[in-house]
């Protein structure tokens, strides 16, 4: 691997990532801490040498209201301490280093942090206040020597410069540990999921042990690759079924066409021509079905617009009536609008009258009412009934519960599959229940277009 592709691999590592920011975010937090802890210690030393100043200054003061001399009073004897007595007139009284200190270090009340005294290594912080009482002076300056509070900033900045790198060091591995420990069972996941080809759906994915999300995702995997495997399962099926039925009309066209050309004389070109037309027009009816339940499968976003449902219901009965054998009853047919496709919708009603239709003895009963917000289509016929068994898996593919009939009256074995596919997208349900006829009731319920 090139060092280019292990930096382009490491930029985009979660592992990484998490580590570099984490590390430079306690890098900067400490870093600002560590200026605010110096700029802390620093101002209270800087106070304490104030405090201390005044305190010495007001000593002196006493002193001289006592009638201490000036020059006694100014003595200290400590090389970390300066003192001045200024007089009235701005001239230096009194100080205990009178060969350095001739000049009047400050001239007016007040607090100077930082100043340099001449002949002195040190800096001080001066203090200077007005003196009390007649004593010939007029303001006294204290300095305190700054040496101890610069030599503690510097020990603190070195020990927090030193701290601050091996704190955040320790941080980065410990990040990098944790990360790499949580994503470890994600790698095994990774690994297994690259493992899984069309050819092996039926691996699953390590659950690691836990409550966090790492096991929740790998369970929400596992659900997924359930999905796709019964997704391929049922797309085989499919293709199995669609190939079989396929095969069926195109069989009897080419059993009629060889019989028509071996004998000749048996069969008639208009009995001939009726077989083909006839398995011509169920082939028809079967690759449209398929198409149809392959668009809906695929997403078809149909336009959805306030539809009628009684005019399609008494449109497709009008056609359905049209067949010698069984009436159908559509007294009950009421007003009920919903949104959606009025093609699909219409194959809905179509599906379900030819289904009513091919299983009833004598009567077909339709009824259309809008109740709690729904449009409730009812769909009743008087033959066999469908057993309890069978009720949900009438709206498979493929599947006929009357496979002892003459294909040409058995249907494709499609129409139910469709009916239940459109409600679905629709947002509405389908179900068989027993018929007060004696046969199957269909109740289609959708969502009523809201007034």
Known sequence: MSGRTWWQRARTSVRVRITVLGSVFVLLVTAFGSVLIVAAITHSLSNSLIDSARLDAVAINAQLRRGVSPAEAATTGRNDVVVQLVGPDGTVVASDRPERLKVALRTTPGVTESAVVPGLADSFTLVARRATGDTGVALIIVGRSTEQRNETRAETAGVLATAVPLIVLALGLILWISVGRALRPVEVMRDEADRITVAQLRRRLQIPPGEDEIPRLARTLNEMLDRIDEGQRLQRQFVSDASHELRSPLAVIRQAAEIASAYPARV???????????????????????????????????????????????????????????????????????????????????????????????????????????????????????????????????????????????????????VRKIVDSGGGSVQVTDSPAGGARFTVRLPAVAV
Do not use: Y
Request: aromatic letters at 2%; hydrophobic letters at 45%; charged letters at 30%.
């Open 268 to 418: 008639t070109s208009e009995e001939l021509a009726a077989d083909v037309l006839a398995e011509s027009l169920r082939l028809e009816e079967l690759v449209n079905a398929l198409l149809l339940l392959a668009r809906l499968e695929g997403g078809d976003d149909s336009a959805r617009e306030v539809v009628d449902v009684d005019d399609l219901v008494l449109t497709e009965v009008a056609r359905a009536r049209a067949r010698p054998g069984v009436k159908i009853d559509a007294h009950a047919v009421g007003a009920g609008q919903v949104r959606g496709s009025a093609v699909l919708l219409g194959q809905v009603v179509r599906n379900l009258l030819d289904n009513a239709c091919r299983h009833a003895d004598s009567v077909v009963s339709v009824s259309l009412a809008e109740e709690d917000g729904t449009v409730c289509l009812v769909v009743d016929d008087d033959g066999p009934g469908i057993p309890a068994a069978d009720r949900a898996r009438v709206f498979d593919r493929f599947v006929r519960l009357d496979d002892a009939r003459a294909r040409d009256e058995g249907g494709s074995g499609l129409g139910l599959a469709i």
